[in-house]
């Protein structure tokens, strides 16, 4: 006869650690939709070439998803037809070969694929680091930007033959190349990368589909060339190579909350309407936040003799795990506070849902300040807040979500009001904050205590 289990122990169950790589899960984000939309694309016979393709999108939000779909399905439709047939793709993972020069890497990929006709390619590919070592080192002792672009017109120069070998092995079929991880690799060689798509493998007949976040490429030059105008022309030179730049479709709610019920299938549906309005839309942040929920709960013990009397106890300690794994995660600062004592964590979220919008709060920024310096009392509402009530760092937090972090204010709110921490414009202020404390300073305490690993 099979034991009856507590929620915990289902979650915990069902849960498990989550691996921190791309799943065909986030195809729930429309990336199918999209997916079809690139193929049809790349295969369309009027798609002018050499065309280079950028998808944008921050760390985790999915990207390397989302082409590696678009290349499941691009193979699936060159197999229908016949005259595809020598149509070549190529995945390269840029940061694969991050210690080794990424340029010469995928030349010799590209010759690879094309057996005994890329040997001239293999061949071309050993004279790359030569070419973009002297680039790097240039750039790195001072070469401007009008320099570096005529330096790299004497090498294309010197390299005459690059464009026309290619375009010979490949013929009237079409080489797409994908690219992955480029905004993960060293400055030099995400800028060597995309100086080798513009100049040598700007062929007829190649399609480049880079998966990148935009702002690292703009960002990698500004680190290189270090001068006032540097980041302008770092987005000047972006333009000149892509021709297409496309961001990853937006996720709503429903999106959000349908990826965190099938990952956490154990999870009721009202712990997953509350962890939704703590996560960040970005599936990798999901899956390592939930990651940290697994965590805290394997070393948390529930109070109470029967399960039922465990279950209810659970009900009260779960939201304060979401809670405190969102703050760690995205609201550091504030987690730091909240380590010196749990109660003000039920400060600072009282105060928040007291104060009831943020722009309310940040009206009240002086009289924030004035109460930490002892001067005046706090009155968010028709209630009084006494000096003595309140600490000086919970005062600290809640000008540091005013100046610095505003999302976290949503975050306390929906914490308070989820616990039903409020004082309903009550005169007995003191007594009420009392009465929260008894109630969820020790469940705050004994999850702080058993997270103490999760760093900061």
């Not at 080489?175 to 690799?185: N, S």
Request: with cysteine; aromatic share 8%.
């Amino acid at each position: 006869m099979n034991s009856v289990k507590s929620y915990k122990d289902q979650v915990l169950e069902r849960l498990s650690l989550l691996m921190d790589e791309p799943e065909e899960k986030e195809l729930m984000f429309n990336f199918s939709r999209y997916s079809k939309q690139l193929v049809q694309l790349l295969v369309d016979p009027h798609t002018h070439t050499p065309f280079v393709i950028g998808i944008h999108g921050e760390w985790g939000s999915g990207k390397t998803t989302l082409i590696n779909h678009t290349q499941k399905l691009l193979k699936e439709e060159i197999l229908k037809d016949n005259s595809k047939k020598d149509w070549k793709i190529i995945h390269f993972d840029a940061w694969e070969y991050e210690r080794m020069d990424v340029v010469s890497a995928l030349f010799n990929k590209i010759a690879s694929e094309y057996q005994t006709k890329g040997e001239k390619l293999k061949n071309i590919a050993k004279s790359m680091t030569t070419i973009f070592t002297d680039i790097t080192l240039r750039a790195t002792t001072g070469l401007s930007y009008k320099d570096l672009q005529k330096h790299l017109e004497n090498l294309q120069n010197e390299i005459p033959t690059i464009k026309n070998e290619l375009e010979n092995i490949i013929g009237d079929n079409r080489l797409i190349i994908f690219v992955d991880d480029l905004d993960r690799c060293l400055v030099d060689n995400v800028l060597n990368m995309l100086e080798a798509i513009k100049m040598f493998l700007s062929a007829r007949n190649v399609i480049f589909v880079i998966a990148v976040d935009m702002t690292k490429i703009e960002r990698a030059w500004e680190l290189r060339y270090r001068s006032e105008t540097a980041l302008i022309e770092g987005r000047e030179h972006t333009e000149k190579i892509f021709q297409l730049k496309l961001s990853l479709p937006p996720k709503t709610d429903e999106d959000i909350k349908n990826y965190i019920a099938n990952l956490a299938q154990s999870l009721a549906n009202v712990d997953v309407e509350f962890l939704m309005k703590l996560v960040p839309r970005n599936p990798r942040k999901i899956k390592r936040m939930l990651n940290l929920i697994y965590f805290i709960l394997l070393g948390l013990e529930i109070p109470g003799n029967t399960i039922k009397a465990q279950n209810v106890q659970f009900e009260k300690y779960f939201p304060i795990v979401l809670t405190w794994v969102s703050i760690t995660m995205n609201h550091p600062r504030l987690a730091e506070i909240i380590k010196i004592s749990p109660s003000y964590l039920i400060q600072m979220s009282l105060l928040c849902n007291e104060y009831e919008f943020l722009d309310k709060m940040k009206k009240n920024e002086s009289q924030i300040t004035k109460m930490k310096d002892g001067i005046s009392s706090l009155k968010p509402g028709k209630i009084g807040i006494k000096n003595s009530d309140i600490s000086s760092d919970t005062l600290e937090g809640l000008e540091y979500i005013i100046k610095e972090d505003n999302a976290a204010f949503k975050v306390l709110k929906n914490f308070a009001n989820h616990m039903d921490i409020q004082l309903k414009n009550t005169s007995n202020a003191s007594d009420r904050l009392k009465m929260f404390y008894g109630t969820y300073y020790e469940p705050i305490k004994e999850i702080i205590i058993k997270s103490g690993l999760i760093g900061i």
